[in-house]
């Protein structure tokens, strides 16, 4: 019998390699069992025939973003106009808003725009490729987490530019 590839598992062996807690969960995102690093216990998790989906949580290694709808996408694309040479993982959420992953920030942001918010460590955020009621959940843009991440200024110093210009633009935010 010939098996499909597990790119849960592959996915959950990638972040633990990295250092980043890896949790099962539900098809509705609840969290199942205990954060999970070590390789072997990753196995045990997601090396079966059905994986359960896949959540990580901010740590040394990268910080987890929620990113505003419309301050988001304008400062993905303001960011994808810079080429950068490291993309960052971005995913949409049902509600519109996005999650972005970065590197844990040097020092002092500065201002953010409104409406982003650090996923605090501990906190689950379901990850690509698990899938939800509504279908498989996509990064865009990135290979998370075999490569690279950006810095934390680099990604959201461009959706407070977004949210800056949008204001400008439109008086107000949407």
């Not at 633990?16 to 969290?31: K, L, Q, W």
């Not at 090396?47 to 301050?71: F, G, K, M, Q, Y």
């Not at 994808?80 to 509600?95: F, G, Y």
């Not at 844990?104 to 379901?126: I, M, R």
């Given at each position: 019998?010939?098996?499909?590839k597990?790119?849960?598992?592959?996915?959950?062996?990638?972040?633990?390699?990295?250092?980043i807690?890896?949790?099962?969960?539900?098809?509705?995102?609840?969290p199942?069992?205990?954060w999970?690093?070590?390789?072997?216990?990753?196995?045990?998790v997601?090396?079966?025939?059905?994986p359960p989906?896949?959540?990580i949580?901010?740590?040394?290694?990268?910080?987890?973003w929620?990113?505003?709808?419309?301050a988001?996408?304008?400062?993905?694309r303001?960011?994808?106009q810079?080429?950068?040479?490291?993309?960052?993982?971005?995913?949409?959420?049902?509600?519109?808003?996005?999650?972005?992953?970065?590197l844990?920030?040097?020092?002092?942001?500065g201002?953010?725009?409104?409406?982003?918010q650090?996923?605090?460590?501990?906190?689950?955020?379901v990850?690509?490729?698990?899938?939800?009621?509504d279908?498989?959940?996509?990064?865009?843009?990135?290979?998370?987490?075999?490569?690279?991440l950006?810095s934390?200024?680099?990604?959201?110093?461009?959706?407070?530019?977004?949210?800056?210009?949008?204001?400008?633009?439109n008086?107000?935010?949407?």
């Amino acid at each position: 019998m010939i098996r499909r590839k597990n790119a849960l598992l592959d996915t959950a062996l990638a972040c633990a390699e990295r250092a980043i807690p890896v949790r099962a969960a539900t098809i509705n995102g609840a969290p199942l069992g205990e954060w999970i690093t070590d390789l072997d216990a990753v196995r045990v998790v997601w090396d079966v025939d059905e994986p359960p989906n896949l959540a990580i949580t901010s740590c040394s290694t990268v910080a987890v973003w929620r990113l505003p709808r419309v301050a988001g996408a304008y400062g993905k694309r303001l960011y994808e106009q810079q080429r950068p040479s490291v993309w960052p993982p971005t995913m949409q959420c049902q509600d519109g808003s996005w999650i972005t992953c970065t590197l844990q920030p040097d020092g002092d942001l500065g201002p953010l725009a409104t409406g982003v918010q650090y996923v605090a460590p501990g906190t689950p955020v379901v990850i690509p490729p698990s899938t939800t009621s509504d279908g498989r959940l996509h990064w865009d843009g990135a290979k998370f987490p075999l490569h690279p991440l950006p810095s934390a200024d680099a990604v959201l110093s461009e959706v407070l530019r977004a949210e800056q210009e949008y204001v400008e633009l439109n008086g107000r935010l949407g």
